[in-house]
């Protein structure tokens, strides 16, 4: 009988696209993929540093495997498993801690998997890490998350991202393109791009420093592949969304206008301080421009309150900048120190409780925003792709321009496209429709 492994991941979309190439070295090895809760001769946790109380976290995942099966073998890989491999490996049960550079090759670390007597940290220099794998997941039989490009060359000071996945460094552009054609032939009608930094795509694409291609080259490219419906960019930074870039996504084929544009903060003084690369002039300036040429697309915006140095004036000024501006929902994180970062020992140290009582005004504040931009779209035609959930009777879908919206639940619309009219918001806050006519089924 085949072994079977099962997986735990954290954290974000460039996660789970590693997971799942990981997961496919473990099917080629004839491991059989099962469910976390179910009992498996291993278990991977790909950890995430930037969650919080990663730790402890850490630990339930490991006692929840323990659970299933308390002889099974337990590994841990990802961001955390990088950053602090001793903790990781102290933690009970645990045999095995991969960092960086060692994940992909996690086959080639399981002997019979007998439990060790200690976890077995195999760890690089985070300067090794600069080779590049290339990963898709499938999400949820609709929706792909293909990496495109990995690390990061900017020193935020709040980060510890370029301590946990390295410099800045992307997949060849004819990869891209193949894993692309391989996704749309699978019946996948949307890819997102994921990546630490992806607007710096084209740098380390052929080990050097150069930029051989830009991200407006892939974009450009990946637009004129057939079969796939829909692309999206996520995350970018704002100085390196040039203008080119939003013009093609305007007449793009399959590019939505969607944006996901991370600003962190509306004060000069806090931007500066994080060592983010634009002042809050540039953002303005991107938001106008993007609503210039699409005025239906959708921005969302990550923030974090909370920082050192935020004093009662600078959240204010964030916070009223981002209620004049038109952007249409926030992610919201509350700043929170982490070992080896510059911003750990600078002061001015904001309570726990300030920290708490702004993310939760900025976090009203986005349910007002996305209530306006889903009222500014209603009564107008868009394109629904629905999902593959039951949730509770009904099944969701999100228009190119992130509207979500629900019906009563129905098999057949899993996984097709239609044109939709928006009618109203119901008490979920989601839009109701009209269907107008089936694009692909
Ligand atoms: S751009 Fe800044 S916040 Fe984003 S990964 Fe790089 S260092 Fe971290």
Not at 29 to 53: H, L, M, P, Q, W
Not at 153 to 173: E, H, N, Q, V
Request: glycine letters at 6%; aromatic letters at 10%; proline letters at 2%.
């Amino acid at each position: 009988m085949n072994k079977k492994v099962a997986f735990y991941t954290l954290g974000c979309k460039l996660n789970f696209s590693e997971t799942s190439t990981i997961a496919r070295d473990f099917s080629k090895e004839g491991f059989d993929r099962v469910d976390f809760s179910e009992k498996a001769d291993i278990y991977v946790i790909n950890t995430c540093s930037v969650t919080e109380n990663a730790d402890k976290r850490f630990k339930t995942i490991v006692k929840q495997a323990q659970k299933a099966n308390e002889n099974a073998f337990v590994a841990a890989v990802g961001c955390y498993a990088q950053l602090k491999p001793q903790e990781l490996a102290d933690v009970n049960g645990v045999d095995l801690v991969l960092g960086a550079t060692e994940k992909f090759k996690i086959t080639d670390y399981l002997n019979d998997l007998s439990k060790n007597d200690f976890g077995e940290v195999h760890s690089c220099e985070i300067e090794d890490a600069d080779f590049y794998v290339g990963s898709y997941s499938i999400g949820d039989r609709t929706r792909a998350f293909l990496k495109v490009q990995d690390g990061c060359d900017y020193k935020c000071t709040y980060c510890t991202i370029p301590l946990a996945r390295g410099i800045s460094r992307s997949d060849t552009m004819n990869n891209v393109l193949k894993n692309a054609r391989e996704i749309s032939q699978q019946n996948i009608k949307e890819i997102v791009l994921t990546g630490v930094n992806i607007g710096d795509y084209g740098k380390g694409e052929f080990g050097n420093k150069k930029h051989e291609h830009t991200f407006l080259d892939l974009v450009t490219e990946l637009d004129k592949v057939e079969g796939i419906e829909r692309l999206r960019i996520s995350s970018i930074e704002p100085n390196l969304l040039k203008n080119e870039t939003i013009d093609l996504v305007a007449q793009s084929r399959a590019f939505v206008p969607h944006f996901h544009v991370p600003l962190q903060s509306g004060n000069n003084e806090i931007l500066k301080k994080m060592k983010r690369r634009y002042m809050r002039e540039l953002y303005v300036d991107r938001v106008s421009k993007i609503k210039e040429v699409m005025p239906h697309a959708c921005i969302g915006v990550d923030v974090i309150v909370g920082f050192p140095g935020e004093t009662d004036t600078h959240f204010l000024e964030t916070y009223n900048f981002l209620a004049e501006l038109d952007i249409s929902y926030l992610h919201v994180f509350t700043y929170s120190e982490r070992d080896n970062t510059e911003a750990v020992d600078m002061e001015g140290v904001v309570p726990g409780n300030v920290r708490s009582k702004r993310s939760k005004m900025l976090r009203g504040l986005s349910v007002k925003k996305r209530r306006a931009f889903y009222e500014s779209q209603l009564g107008t035609q868009r394109t629904v792709l629905f999902e593959s959930e039951n949730k509770e009777g009904y099944i969701h879908g999100f228009t190119e321009n992130y509207v979500k919206v629900k019906t009563p639940w129905n098999p057949d619309l899993v996984n097709t496209l239609h044109t939709v009219q928006l009618t109203e918001i119901d008490e979920d806050g989601l839009v109701r429709f009209d269907f107008v006519k089936v694009l692909s089924a």
